[in-house]
């Protein structure tokens, strides 16, 4: 006994000594993931925001420099767990987390502050519309993107084949591209499960197929969501793996490929594994890291849009990313303040250049910068055609969605039969209120 | 004789497949973070000379933060050894000495927790961290890695404890010594062993856990390793040499300190694998 | 007067006071004992290890079983309703949740079976007394101290479609018709799984079993012999009845270990493809924070506990039962 409370007590104080985070004073808490990742963009930003924060943000404010957890799934678990005591007071996230936390009543409408704000008309409208669930925006976009086709210029060249401008061309191209070329897949494409580029691949797709809309709607009258699309549709995208990995010998995707996630997607593209690939702008930050890279990217590729299917609208999908303010937070004015030094001018054309994305403000698009960049040019272009998604919980759906595809290029399922699956499953969902 | 060399070339044949399947995974490991990105994607069993590089660790530590999650780690794993050890032979000695009413209750309610699915409990715990204050605090890490290491640690010491006869006590306590003075002076240095094996294994499971430290952690003040390397997995740009490099530097202390107690930890295996 | 009848009557209060007494008295004699001070010293020493191990793990485990009957979601967590078996029952009829669990058994039992046979083989080879044979013990456990998160790293690149060790070596032999992606096969990524809980585990059996082995009697093997009792003889009827409480020990702990682990699932392939690694861990921890289902996940959690107690108690019958043969 007499032994035990000394070494018990220091053992404590010890441990309390290193426990961080006791924060006096007004400090804000901000939960930014790019600037707790580690990665290529973290010490652009951090440095930026050492020398910005204190010239922008009103006397009094300081933000606190732990930005939250370094990915975005763990953020929105943790969020929804504790975001209600009012920490932290600023969350950047993505799309479907906004939609989630929207849900749970866990941020607050924006609309009152944002009116006033005089920079409001530099966002593309359809960036401020991703964000607006029942009239009421969430957030602040700062980061945006959408999904083309990146082809080798010099291996379609090779081969005497034009960019493709339907799914069936570009099938065939694949295919020609991997008979034909050594080591060289004509087509790649995400198809891990819980990656979340699989998901965003297909919707992609998908929205081509359904006119631009997401495949659910919501029924004012029954107030549920229900279907906005077809078990034929689901089983055309469907159909497209499907021939990807099956249709032609040796097949438009190299079937070794399948359960790829997206790193090695935008690894073996760089590395020269693949010729073709829908893709977002974030793959050009890859140019720095060696020369092969660097040859790919700035010398041999070319930007389209998605080819389309027989019957199919131009669209692609639209990724958004909001930075909200926490519907429990005790300094709402000054949480303000700080989204709009995040997504000022300054910010966002610093964000796009070290992300490698595109910005959702017209007037950073425009500047000199950016307007000669031909990378960001050819991506800014298909920012109209972008289509956000739906404010539902799309974490059951993503999981039905990828169960469906790997059905599909596993085994050979026929896509009309998992298509319809997929449908009766999704319908159920909405049914039963779980959306 | 001929009997016997056989035996002894099939005993090494036998040796030898084991330790290649066993190492080899780790030495690929480490000469893959040797080599440079390009030599690991050309897909050539063994690296040229001039492939071999160290710019993947200076990579790695390049990253200020490596330090906070190596020290993070460190720390937390040994506060976790030190309270288990503490704690444990505590209750191990109470268990083993001491008539207690309700004594076989306790324990089973001690031990019952081990059986617990971690998943099944993650979301209330946080909860009630969160209600405490312990969220994204050393302290909070430190109790959560020994609650669940700690059943363990009380059954197999309390094993321990059994086997070292009560007559050392007797005789401790004839010439004056104090209870608590028995378990210190009797018991720790005739238990060792075991009591390696008990601060090892807490060790070595608070070093590793990825679950509660993914839930309790938020910032970088209590990130650790698993955290870390997991986002080097995830990270938008994947380079396997830093990576491997990055899990290199995250096996070299368990090592180190397990080729520190690997003999006491045989022998603490022994002794607990044969009472009984 | 007065003082005679005060007296008497204090006399007679002093009585009946020291009646009532008595028993608090005896009461607070008894607290002053060596027995009951030994016994409160014990439930002392007892507390801080108790404390920590109840504290953090009763009230979460009783909250998530109340809220097994609950349909609590983490968006609306003060909107619940209270739904009795519901839960269980949308449980059963889940053929994900039916794949995790059948995937679970099928692990852990496999696993641990293999785990056993191969340990005891490993044993064996530790066990004898070959030049350097002190290097191959001491070496032994290395895989088991690796953080899981390495061993999973080590894997996924050994497994890499192009790079990967595997496929490598495979086109080495000239067996490079065979490469894949493994990790994101559905037929090998469960296999993968396996063979990573067997990497890191069996030196563990075999360096434990080895401890064991040691202490049995040499005489024993001799007189076996000289008696005709062959090698398979003298395993099973000297070495194995030795062995049986410390392969009863290792069995219940890594069925607990290998029933419950997450991290190799979650870490490697995420429950994929096509639900081909879904285990019951992985499972409830997607619908908790994909869903944000608590409740239904929380009944996952339930079932998952009493399979599990289920399995231990099991093992305990069928190894106690080989032992009395």
């Known amino acids: ?435 | 004789m001929k009997r016997r060399t056989v035996h002894l070339l099939l005993t090494y044949l036998g040796l030898l497949i084991t330790y290649v399947v066993l190492l080899l995974p780790i030495l690929w490991l480490v000469i893959s973070s040797f080599r440079t990105n390009d030599s690991i994607q050309t897909g050539r069993l063994l690296p040229t000379l001039s492939e071999l590089t160290v710019r993947n660790y200076i990579e790695v530590f390049a990253i200020n933060a490596v330090f906070v999650f190596l020290l993070n780690s460190a720390i937390i794993a040994t506060s976790v050894m030190l309270l288990v050890v503490l704690f444990g032979s505590l209750a191990a000695y109470a268990l083993s000495r001491f008539t207690l009413r309700g004594k076989n209750l306790l324990m089973l309610s001690a031990l019952l927790p081990q059986f617990f699915p971690y998943v099944l409990i993650l979301i209330p715990f946080y909860v009630l961290m969160s209600n405490f204050g312990m969220v994204d605090t050393h302290l909070g890490l430190v109790l959560t890695h020994a609650s669940i290491t700690l059943p363990f640690a009380v059954w197999m010491l309390t094993g321990y404890f059994n086997a070292i006869p009560r007559e050392l006590d007797q005789a401790a306590l004839i010439d004056g010594c104090s209870r608590i003075g028995v378990l210190f002076r009797i018991i720790y240095p005739t238990a060792l062993p075991g009591l390696v094996v008990a601060g090892f294994f807490a060790f070595v499971v608070s070093w590793g856990d990825y679950l509660f430290v993914s839930i309790l952690s938020q910032s970088q003040s209590t990130q650790t390793l698993p955290i870390a390397l997991q986002s080097f997995m995830n990270s938008l740009q994947v380079k396997w040499g830093m990576i491997t490099a990055g899990t290199v530097v995250a096996i070299v202390p368990t090592i180190a300190f397990f080729s520190l107690v690997q003999r006491r930890l045989v022998t603490g295996l022994t002794a607990g694998a044969v009472k009984n | 007067m007065e003082r005679n009848s005060t007296t008497r009557y204090s006399n007679e209060l002093k009585t009946i006071n020291c009646k009532r007494l008595i028993p608090l008295k005896r009461w607070f004699e008894y607290l002053g004992t060596a027995e009951v001070r030994h016994a409160a010293f014990g439930y002392a020493l007892l507390a801080p290890a108790v404390g920590v191990i109840l504290g953090l793990n009763l009230y979460p485990t009783l909250t998530g079983i109340l809220n097994s009957f609950t349909d609590q979601s983490l968006l609306n967590p003060n909107a619940w309703r209270f739904i009795a078996w519901q839960n269980y029952q949308k449980l059963f009829v889940d053929p994900v949740f039916r794949v995790s669990i059948l995937h679970s058994l099928i692990l852990t039992l496999s696993a641990v079976f293999l785990q056993v046979a191969l340990g005891l083989a490993v044993a064996h080879l530790l066990v004898r007394k070959v030049p350097g044979i002190h290097w191959f013990r001491s070496v032994a456990m290395v895989t088991w101290v690796l953080p899981i998160i390495t061993e999973v790293v080590m894997f996924r690149f050994l497994a890499l479609p192009n790079i990967g060790l595997i496929n490598l070596l495979l086109a080495a032999v000239g067996l490079g018709s065979m490469a894949r992606n493994w990790f994101g096969d559905p037929s090998f990524a469960f296999l993968l799984i396996l063979v990573m809980h067997l990497w890191r585990n069996v030196p563990f059996y075999g360096v434990a079993f080895m401890a064991a082995m040691q202490a049995i009697p040499q005489d024993l093997y001799e007189a076996a012999t000289i008696d005709g009792a062959t090698a398979w003889n003298r395993f099973r009827h000297i070495t194995l009845p030795h062995l049986r409480y410390i392969i009863l020990v290792m069995v219940v702990l890594h069925i607990t270990f290998t029933f419950n682990n997450f991290d190799f699932v979650y870490l490697s392939t995420g429950g994929g493809p096509v639900d081909a690694t879904e285990v019951l861990a992985t499972y409830i921890y997607k619908q908790a924070w994909s869903g944000y289902m608590l409740g239904y996940a929380s009944a996952g959690g339930v079932v998952m506990l009493v399979t599990l107690v289920l399995l231990v108690v099991l093992s305990r019958r069928l190894i106690g039962g080989f032992a009395e043969q």
């Open chain 1, 1 to 435: 006994m007499l032994i035990r409370f000394p070494q018990r007590k220091l053992l404590i104080a010890a441990c309390l000594c290193l426990s961080g985070g006791f924060g006096f004073g007004k400090e804000l808490e901000l939960w930014f993931v790019p600037m707790s990742q580690e990665g290529p963009q973290k010490a652009g930003l951090l440095q930026w925001v050492k020398e910005n924060f204190p010239k922008e943000l009103p006397k009094g404010i300081t933000v606190a420099p732990n930005y939250g957890p370094p990915i975005y799934q763990d953020a929105q678990q943790k969020f929804v767990v504790q975001g209600r005591r009012g920490k932290p007071d600023v969350i950047e996230g993505v799309l479907e987390g906004m939609i989630a936390y929207q849900k749970a009543g866990l941020i607050a409408p924006i609309d009152d502050l944002l009116n006033q704000w005089p920079e409001k008309d530099h966002f593309i409208p359809s960036t401020i519309k991703a964000l607006t669930i029942n009239g009421k925006v969430y957030g602040v976009p700062y980061n945006t993107n959408v999904r083309v086709l990146l082809y080798r210029k010099d291996l379609l060249q090779k081969y005497n084949l034009q960019p493709p401008k339907t799914w069936e061309e570009m099938l065939a191209d694949a295919a020609t591209i991997s008979a034909k070329e050594q080591n060289v897949a004509g087509l790649a494409l995400t198809t891990k499960a819980g990656s979340v580029r699989t998901f965003q691949e297909f919707i992609s797709f998908f929205f081509q197929v359904n006119g631009g809309q997401n495949p659910f709607k919501y029924d004012e009258a029954a107030k549920k969501w229900s279907m906005n699309t077809s078990a034929d549709k689901l089983g055309q995208v469907l159909a497209l793996y499907h021939d990807a990995f099956f249709k032609a010998t040796p097949a438009a995707v190299n079937q070794n490929t399948r359960g790829n996630d997206y790193q090695a997607t935008d690894a073996d593209y760089v590395a020269g594994k693949s010729a073709m690939v829908p893709m977002g702008p974030w793959i050009y930050s890859y140019r720095k890291t060696g020369e092969t890279a660097r040859k790919i990217l700035e010398e041999n590729t070319g930007v389209a849009p998605l080819p389309l299917p027989p019957g199919g609208s131009q669209a692609t999908y639209l990724e958004v990313k909001p930075i909200m303010i926490n519907a429990a937070t005790k300094n709402k004015q000054e949480s303000w303040n700080v989204i709009k030094v995040l997504c000022s001018k300054d910010f966002v054309a610093m964000d796009a250049k070290l992300e490698g994305i595109n910005p959702p403000r017209q007037d950073v698009a425009d500047l000199p910068d950016f307007k000669s960049d031909w990378w960001q040019q050819a991506f800014t272009q298909q920012i109209a055609t972008g289509v956000a998604l739906a404010p539902i919980n799309w974490g059951l759906v993503v999981n039905d969605i990828t169960e469906a595809l790997q059905k599909v290029i596993y085994q050979n399922n026929p896509a009309d039969k998992v298509g319809e699956e997929l449908y009766n499953t999704l319908q159920q969902r909405a049914q039963n209120n779980q959306l």
